[in-house]
């Protein structure tokens, strides 16, 4: 059997604001735009997905919360609405997936005999979260791809960042091995923003974008610290980094999104293609992505 | 009866267990008939609405009330997805939720409503309304659980909950939607080998169940702080049903308590409890904080270490939208509070220009990352400059002051000028002449020469302030003689000011400390 592999590895932010600024069908708002830098990156991003060959999405979300290990979703397909609680009023999309079971189903078996608390999510009532949702339509709006979803555990909350990220890095070994064994393409999201200290009021009209910068500047030298490591490739240390990184900034990463991702892909070296970076609501987003294949490699920021 | 306008309350775990598998387990088991005889009791009052205050449902803008006539979905729960799902559909008391929102509003909270078909009602609601109201009897109410609320929002908020049932004349039962002890097993856990997840989360848990036994609501809300430090997952949460309990029910401890089931939830600490108002008491008791009325904070500041987002286990819906500081996180300000620190130390002329050249740096960086950091570099040097402009100003060409005091202060968007006379700044002659001699016999003067002087004295101070006469938006003068004097300073006065149009008071005083006739204090907009 061929063995699989991961054939690009993407940091996608999914605030709903970005589906809401992009009008698509499926969403119930209709607004006059927003976060053109964030959306042309991702428009770019989106075109290079689809020069590549690959037979599933798998995406770590911070919005599938689970305290009891990590859980995969298990159902061959989800149809529904995603109304997202905090701003219900940017984002109600209706939804129709399908997912990759038996990946998933791989997955959550090596990651168990690896030692992790795994559990298959098979309920077909199941509501997939917005994060993976907002992803997934940014990156690949025809949803022509069968997905996997991998919540995040909420252990920071009982121990802290640190165990967070070794766990996150487990949980990756035990994912790029599943794929391995299953002999697919697949690419990998890790869906979540960098800063995240965020405003807790909301312009009358969301889009206005004279409302929208950063929370503060600390959070602004942060990001740029760790854009900078990703386009010098030196993942290792912004991992390093990560539980100081995440406690500054209250980062999603918290979730360990980056961290399964680049642990699944060994680490990257190599430096990361930015495609854009701009703050939604005071959060710090960038969309990124990491190409193993040198040919297809590009210096785009 | 009492014209309390809250019948009863009611605290009841947000976890499905009870719902779903009540058989898996003896104490889910419990807790399901335990709320079974609350729901009984909820047919038997006259409640108008149902009043729900869910720590699962965590908002960060503002406090959100639920106002969809009815809310029909089927829910399945993040971590308990496999006890099965939760279809339901609700009766909103709209009317009751405009007002709540209305009443929070006014007692300084943000507030709004939310009415979408499939927006996610949190476990917690739905676990607890299916079980209290199951034919929508009585229509409801639900309200979230701001993330950074802290003790004076939450306190608002429960009182705002009286005001509206006030205001509607209507009766409610309440209900607070939480766990005691919030730490979960991490692991899955067989149900019948549930239990308290250490010993001493079941020793609080027990003492906090004493207090609701003797109806002392008001003594646990003051506890809560303590009760969060040392049964609740610190990262995530601060205890706060208590306050909003106790403020909705309105802040004593005459209540009768009554603890109808408490065990075990995947770890966590669940009971049904219920509190009727009475007239028995354990009497008042010395509070130690201090009670609020009316939200006077900026509620676009995350107040370090006060943030308390709730999140009873594993049901607590999404969390980390608006995961609260840290405490090594304190030093971290938002641009407001970045805002106002400068304005305290420079003046706000600075303020404006610095969140400018922050906005500048921090906004849409098309350029990417190098752009960026440039204009970070430029925003830094803009503020530094601008700083130096402010606080104390002394004027090289205005005369000397005489006490330990400057020319001008900048605060804000203002100028303060000290008292200024009409001595010459080169000389200190006094134009016009003085009032009197060195012996302090009267001597003739010029009250017009003086204060065309005394202006001219502030036009110089101004000026080394970068502003100019016209900038004054308010005059006080002192006269010693003002029978003598008041006409000529008016001439004066008149010829300078009266396009100016500043305000201004005139005062006579006994004595000015040189022998001048004449002295004027402006306020003035700063450049
Ligand atoms: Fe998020």
């Known amino acids: 059997m061929i063995k699989g592999e991961i054939v690009l590895g993407c940091l996608a932010p999914h605030p709903p604001h970005l589906v809401y600024a992009d009008n698509p069908d499926e969403n119930e708002p209709t607004s006059e735009g927003g976060w053109e830098t964030l959306r042309w990156g991702y428009a770019r991003l989106a075109r290079k997905l689809k020069t590549i060959e690959y037979d599933a999405i798998v995406i770590l979300t911070p919005h599938w919360q689970t305290y009891i290990g990590t859980h995969f979703l298990g159902c061959d397909s989800f149809k529904s609405l995603s109304v997202d609680p905090i701003f219900p009023n940017l984002f109600r999309y209706h939804y129709n997936l399908k997912v990759d079971v038996e990946l998933s189903e791989k997955m959550c078996e090596i990651a168990g005999e690896a030692g992790i608390i795994t559990k298959m999510m098979r309920n077909p009532d199941f509501r997939v979260d917005y994060g993976t949702i907002t992803s997934c339509h940014l990156l690949n709006p025809d949803w022509d791809k069968p997905i996997v979803t991998v919540s995040s555990n909420r252990n920071r909350h009982y121990y802290s960042v640190e165990v967070m990220n070794e766990q996150a890095q487990a949980l990756g070994d035990a994912c790029r091995k599943a794929i391995e064994e299953s002999g697919k393409r697949v690419v990998l999201i890790a869906s979540h923003s960098l800063s995240h200290r965020h405003f807790t009021t909301e312009a009358p009209l969301p889009e206005d974008m004279s409302r929208e910068h950063i ?40 979730g360990g999104g980056l961290t399964w991702m680049m642990a699944a892909m060994g680490m ?13 609501i005071g959060t710090g987003n960038v969309v990124a992505c990491w190409d193993p294949d040198e040919e297809t490699r590009e210096m785009v920021l | 009866m009492s014209d309390d306008p809250v019948l009863f309350g009611l605290y009841v775990p947000p976890h499905p267990h009870p719902l779903l598998a009540p058989d898996q387990n003896k104490g889910w088991g419990e807790l399901r008939a335990a709320y079974d005889e609350c729901r009984r ?36 729960d993040d971590d308990f997805h496999f006890l099965g799902s939760m ?24 507030s709004r409503t939310v009415s979408y078909h499939g927006f996610p009602i949190d476990t917690g609601s739905v676990v607890a309304l299916s079980l209290l109201n199951p034919d929508n009897r009585i229509p409801a109410c639900i309200v979230s659980s701001n993330m950074y609320a802290n003790r004076a929002e939450t306190i608002v908020l429960g009182k705002a909950a009286r005001d509206a049932l006030k205001a509607q004349g209507k009766k409610a039962v309440i209900v607070a939607v939480s766990s005691l002890s919030n730490r979960m097993f991490t692991k899955h856990v067989e149900p019948e080998n549930d239990r308290i997840h250490s010993a001493k989360d079941e020793e609080w848990n027990r003492k906090i169940l004493e207090f609701f036994e003797k109806g002392r609501l008001e003594d646990l809300s003051q506890l809560s702080r303590d009760i969060h430090g040392q049964i609740r997952v610190q990262k995530v949460v601060a205890y706060k049903p208590a306050w909003w309990m106790a403020a ?43 009670d609020v009325e009316i939200y006077r904070g900026d509620r676009n500041v995350l107040t370090t270490g006060t943030g308390d987002m709730q999140a009873s286990g594993g049901v607590d819906g999404p969390l980390d939208e608006a995961e609260r500081p840290t405490e090594e996180d304190w030093d971290w300000k938002n641009p407001l509070e970045y805002a106002e620190d400068l304005y305290d130390e420079y003046g706000s002329t600075v303020v404006s220009h610095a969140s400018g050249a922050l906005g500048v740096a921090a906004g849409t960086v098309i350029a990417g990352p190098v752009g960026g950091l440039a204009g970070g570099i430029v925003a830094r040097k803009k503020v530094s400059k601008m700083l130096n402009k402010d606080g104390a100003i002394i004027a090289e060409n205005a005369p000397k002051a005489v006490g330990a005091y400057p020319h001008a202060r900048r605060v804000g968007k203002l100028l303060f000028i000290s008292g200024v006379g009409p001595r010459n700044p080169t000389d200190n002659t006094i134009p016009g002449g003085p009032i009197e001699d060195d012996k302090g016999n009267p001597l003739d003067y010029d009250i017009e020469a003086q204060t065309e002087a005394c202006i001219e004295n502030i036009r110089i101070i101004m000026e080394a302030c970068d502003a100019e006469l016209d900038d004054i938006i308010d005059i006080t003068t002192f006269l010693v003689d003002m029978k003598r004097d008041f ?5 004066v006065y008149a010829k300078h000011f009266e396009e100016i149009q500043a305000t201004r008071t005139t005062l006579a005083i006994q004595a000015l400390p040189t022998p001048i006739a004449v002295e004027m204090k402006v306020i003035a907009k700063a450049p």
């Open chain 1, 215 to 254: 929370y503060n500047h600390s959070q602004y030298v942060w990001d740029m610290k760790v854009i900078d490591l990703m386009r010098e490739g030196k993942m290792q240390e912004f991992i390093d980094l990560m539980p100081e990184f995440t406690e500054q900034t209250m980062a999603e990463t918290e």
């Open chain 1, 268 to 280: 990257p070296n190599y430096p990361a293609e930015i495609y854009g970076y701009q703050s939604v």
């Open chain 2, 41 to 76: 009791r909820i047919e038997e009052s006259d409640a108008d609405v149902i009043i729900v205050y869910s720590t699962t449902w965590p908002s960060i803008v503002g406090h959100q009330f639920q106002v969809q006539p009815e809310p029909e979905w089927v829910h399945v």
């Open chain 2, 87 to 110: 279809p339901y559909k609700f009766k909103m008391d709209t009317e009751f939720g405009n007002a709540y929102r209305d009443a929070a509003e006014s007692r300084g909270l943000h």
């Open chain 2, 248 to 290: 909705t029910m309105g802040q004593h401890n005459n209540y009768d308590g009554e603890v109808l089931a408490y065990a075990a939830l995947h770890g966590s600490g669940g009971a049904v409890i219920q509190l009727t108002p009475s007239k028995g008491s354990v009497g008042d008791k010395e509070f130690d904080e201090d």
């Open chain 2, 487 to 491: 006409k000529g300073y008016n001439k």
